[in-house]
């Protein structure tokens, strides 16, 4: 079984300012504690293609493994690594984000695309955020209304972690703001 969901998120913010924001996220000392399941990000290779004008990325990001903890203990593992491919088009103004664990695909997988685009109601000043996250536990398919409850306890977590994510994002927009504007924070 695999459980699915879907989130929408407007940012108040022009899409410049978040697509900039979504880059330094993890970077931010200041967000180590809000984002304490990120344990280390690592750009593996960046490409700019002057034909099209697109920015490929990819990063490694370590993170604490999610999930209930007794399922961490069966496992034996309490990390996760993942790769996360990201595709900006500046031309378009759009941003693209795709992840999925690479580690621990035996017990769960999991797959966030994440896009950013100018906010169709008000282009130039917002941004809109959608999010589509899947999750499914493996070796439990056959015991299904257990993995079901597993399932969903990852969903709540991935979803606590989300409105994490976006607090951040939201806090260095107004950081990125007011450096606009020649104000200290």
Same mark, same amino acid.
């Given at each position: 079984?695999?459980?699915?969901?879907?989130?929408?998120?407007?940012?108040?913010?022009?899409?410049?300012?978040?697509?900039?924001?979504?880059?330094?996220?993890?970077?931010?000392?200041?967000?180590?504690?809000?984002?304490?399941?990120?344990?280390?990000?690592?750009?593996?290779?960046?490409?700019?293609?002057?034909?099209?004008?697109?920015?490929?990325?990819?990063?490694?990001?370590?993170?604490?493994?999610?999930?209930?903890?007794?399922?961490?203990?069966?496992?034996?593992?309490?990390?996760?690594?993942?790769?996360?491919?990201?595709?900006?088009?500046?031309?378009?103004? &759009? =941003?693209?984000?795709?992840?999925?664990?690479?580690?621990?695909? %035996? #017990?769960?997988?999991?797959?966030? /695309?994440? @896009?950013?685009?100018?906010?169709?109601?008000?282009?130039?000043?917002?941004?809109?955020?959608?999010?589509?996250?899947?999750?499914?536990?493996?070796?439990?398919?056959?015991?299904? &209304? =257990?993995?079901?409850?597993?399932?969903?306890?990852?969903?709540? %977590? #991935?979803?606590?972690?989300?409105? /994490?994510? @976006?607090?951040?994002?939201?806090?260095?927009?107004?950081?990125?703001?007011?450096?606009?504007?020649?104000?200290?924070?």
């Amino acid at each position: 079984m695999v459980r699915a969901y879907a989130q929408e998120h407007t940012y108040k913010h022009p899409w410049e300012r978040v697509t900039t924001a979504s880059w330094r996220k993890f970077a931010d000392p200041e967000n180590k504690s809000t984002l304490s399941h990120i344990l280390e990000v690592d750009t593996l290779n960046r490409k700019l293609d002057s034909t099209s004008g697109k920015l490929y990325t990819t990063r490694a990001i370590t993170i604490h493994a999610p999930g209930p903890w007794f399922i961490r203990r069966i496992i034996g593992q309490d990390i996760c690594h993942c790769v996360e491919s990201t595709v900006v088009d500046a031309n378009s103004r &759009s =941003m693209q984000l795709a992840t999925r664990n690479i580690s621990l695909q %035996k #017990f769960i997988e999991v797959e966030e /695309k994440i @896009r950013y685009d100018p906010h169709p109601q008000n282009p130039n000043e917002w941004t809109i955020c959608k999010q589509e996250t899947s999750i499914r536990i493996k070796p439990l398919s056959s015991l299904a &209304s =257990m993995a079901e409850k597993i399932e969903q306890k990852c969903v709540d %977590k #991935f979803q606590q972690n989300s409105a /994490k994510g @976006r607090e951040v994002m939201e806090r260095i927009c107004k950081y990125l703001e007011a450096e606009s504007s020649g104000i200290s924070i």
